[in-house]
């Protein structure tokens, strides 16, 4: 079983910042890639960014050069720095994982509870 503890969400004035963290506990023999998503009522969930085990990064148009992903392999740990906030990022954002689970042989998706983010005034 894999846990995934997410926090660091909360309420911030547009152009302000935030940081996410993430932290991936359990039966985890390797994780190939982490991300966080986010999601507003009545719409689909989407990749805000992701990250692979090589430190390759993507990122969501509309968040290309204010928000940051990064993971401290050591720590299982995944945190996105977002800046220049706006009330458009105003979401829960989930905490996404694909990893290889200790004893299998295939790649398993865990999320995370979510963590509120609203940007306003």
């Known amino acids: 079983q894999v846990q995934l503890v997410e926090s660091g969400g909360g309420l911030v004035q547009p152009g302000g910042s935030l940081r996410l963290s993430c932290a991936a506990s359990g039966s985890i023999f390797s994780i190939n890639a982490m991300g966080w998503y986010r999601q507003t009522p009545g719409k689909q969930r989407e990749l805000v960014a992701g990250?692979?085990?090589?430190?390759?990064?993507n990122y969501a148009d509309s968040v290309k050069g204010r928000f940051t992903i990064s993971r401290d392999n050591a720590k299982n740990t995944v945190y996105l720095q977002m800046n220049s906030l706006k009330p458009e990022d105003t979401a829960v954002y989930y905490c996404n994982l694909k990893f290889r689970p200790s004893g299998g042989y295939y790649q398993v998706t865990a999320w995370g509870q979510g963590t509120q983010v609203t940007v306003s005034s």
């Open positions: 990250i692979t085990s090589g430190s390759s990064t």
